[in-house]
């Protein structure tokens, strides 16, 4: 995604969640005409499935919600964010910055150390989370959240996210997005299956990594088969 990883841009670059997503719908578009992907979404990068799901359903043999907001054509991404709020405990040490000054709402927030040990990588290998610690990014936020909901809301139609298989990857000792969030989600946005992995906290792919590998190649055995 843009302003993350490697990628060259800054958080205060982005000016919409379009613009945040562009590399993956990049990515897609240079796909060969009858070539299909299988699409990982986690946390945050739910959204951003959801809307390549919905640009580009022809490429997407099936689409993957790994502790991932899920939003859909009857679930805004506002409601999720305001559910997984509402039962949000301790923030800890977040860093937020405010662009437009203290009187304004923040722009970015930077995840600190203590939340990264308390909520994303609690059952993670300590080295994870050192390197994490080191790597982490600001995340942008957008100030006119009612632009973002529009952009967003375009991104789960009928006609076309719909048309794409959906499994959905429960972790049950996620503290970030909760166990009893995610399965909120999973009833009111049902995908075609439902798995879950035991003893995972947020992120997945560092605390139970070879059960997140074979969960995946399960998935993609059972749908591209």
């Known amino acids: 995604m843009a302003a993350s990883g490697v990628n060259p841009k800054q958080a205060q670059d982005l000016n919409s969640i379009v613009e945040y997503v562009e590399p993956l719908f990049e990515f897609l578009e240079g796909l060969h005409q009858e070539e299909k992907v299988i699409l990982v979404g986690h946390s945050m990068g739910g959204l951003d499935l959801s809307m390549a799901m919905e640009r580009f359903p022809q490429k997407v043999e099936v689409a993957v919600f790994?502790?991932?907001f899920m939003p859909g054509p009857e679930l805004s991404i506002?409601?999720?964010?305001?559910?997984?709020?509402r039962r949000f405990e301790n923030r800890m040490d977040l860093a937020y910055a405010f662009d437009d000054g203290p009187s304004r709402p923040p722009t970015s927030v930077l995840f600190g150390f203590d939340f990264l040990s308390s909520k994303l990588y609690q059952l993670s290998p300590p080295e994870d989370l050192t390197l994490a610690?080191?790597?982490?990014?600001?995340?942008?936020?957008?100030?006119d959240e009612a632009r973002m909901e529009e952009e967003a809301a375009a991104a789960v139609t009928k006609g076309k996210y719909g048309t794409v298989r959906r499994v959905y990857i429960v972790c049950d000792q996620d503290l970030a997005i909760k166990e009893d969030v995610q399965r909120?989600?999973?009833?009111m946005n049902p995908p075609d299956e439902v798995k879950v992995i035991s003893g995972s906290d947020h992120m997945v792919m560092f605390s139970k990594s070879h059960e997140l590998c074979d969960a995946l190649g399960e998935i993609a055995e059972c749908y591209c088969s």
């Open 184 to 187: 909120w989600m999973v009833e």
């Open 133 to 143: 610690s080191y790597l982490v990014r600001p995340f942008r936020l957008y100030p």
């Open 78 to 85: 506002r409601s999720i964010r305001e559910e997984n709020d």
């Open 66 to 68: 790994a502790a991932a």
